[in-house]
């Protein structure tokens, strides 16, 4: 799965939440981070990133 992909899924589940938790999404696709708001108020971001433990 490439990052875009995993993007695209992460939007859709989050779009998918009841609308009485989130309220709105909003992306950066430059800084790949979401910004979700949710009902309450409250502000969160989630970035996302291709990443790779150390062996």
Do not use: H, Y
């Not at 899924?9 to 949710?38: C, G, H, P, R, Y």
């Amino acid at each position: 799965m490439t990052l875009e992909d995993f993007k695209d899924w992460l939007f859709e589940v989050l779009n998918d939440l009841d609308s009485d938790i989130l309220a709105d999404i909003e992306t950066n696709e430059k800084l790949n981070t979401f910004q979700i708001s949710m009902a309450g108020g409250n502000v969160f971001e989630i970035e996302c990133r291709n990443w790779k433990p150390c062996k």
